[in-house]
């Protein structure tokens, strides 16, 4: 089964435009992190934030802004004015104990394309 | 500057050979990790190696083998026996191999079976 789920597969918006990256987890367990990390067309992942299971405060850095909340048991990512080098695909992450042993898993990503 | 490595960047092989790729880092992380990704898919975990001489299978270890000699290095051997080998493979380290740490990714390699 899924564990990360980042149901749009692609969106395409125009530049300055505000855009949200859909992320939802599923776990049983209490304690768990959750990331988000940015493929640019190089390939390179590259890591944007981690949050844990405790901390429901959202975050804000710079254009870029996370909404977690576990009552729906979501993970949001939320770019403001988007720009052309915004374009990525976008992987949401969920760490957790598994059985066996410390596993990371990746949703598909989304693929945002920003166009001027 | 601290950083992973991965070379080469392209790989070409033919069927029936093995083929092995490199991940090298200076961040004196203990754990390395690798990853296959299939276009349209996230990635998934090959194989982990929490601290050297020791690695551990991943959800899709079959017909890969690794090796964790030093704690700088992590290559990964893609044998004959892996049925679908073409993909990107990325390696990753992290401080330490827990569900805490967060893992940063080297540049890719892309192969292509001819």
């Known amino acids: 089964a899924q564990k990360v789920t980042q149901a749009q597969t692609e969106i395409s918006v125009v530049e300055k435009e505000d855009v949200t990256l859909d992320c939802v987890y599923e776990t049983r367990d209490t304690t768990y992190y959750l990331f988000w990390y940015k493929q640019p067309p190089s390939g390179e992942l590259v890591f944007l934030i981690r949050?844990?299971?405790?901390?429901?405060q959202n975050e804000i850095s710079g254009r870029y802004s996370w909404n977690f909340q576990k009552s729906t048991s979501s993970f949001n990512f939320t770019i403001t004015a988007s720009q052309v080098v915004d374009s990525a695909v976008y992987f949401c992450a969920l760490s957790e104990l598994s059985n066996s042993g410390y596993a990371l898993n990746f949703g598909k990503g989304t693929s945002l394309l920003v166009t001027p | 500057d601290g950083g992973i490595t991965q070379s080469p960047k392209y790989l070409f092989r033919k069927e029936g050979q093995n083929v092995t790729l490199s991940c090298e880092q200076n961040?004196?992380?203990?754990?390395m990790y690798w990853y296959r990704q299939d276009p349209g898919q996230g990635l998934r975990l090959i194989y982990y190696?929490?601290?050297?001489?020791?690695?551990q299978k991943g959800d899709i270890a079959e017909g890969y083998s690794v090796s964790r000699e030093k704690k700088e290095s992590f290559p990964l051997t893609v044998t004959s026996a892996q049925k679908n080998p073409t993909a990107f493979y990325l390696c990753?380290?992290?401080?330490?191999?827990?569900?805490?740490?967060?893992?940063?990714f080297g540049p890719g390699t892309r192969l292509t079976v001819l």
């Open positions: 949050r844990n299971s405790f901390d429901e």
């Open positions: 961040l004196n992380h203990d754990a």
């Open positions: 990753a380290s992290s401080g330490r191999a827990d569900l805490t740490d967060t893992q940063y």
């Open positions: 190696s929490q601290i050297v001489n020791d690695f």
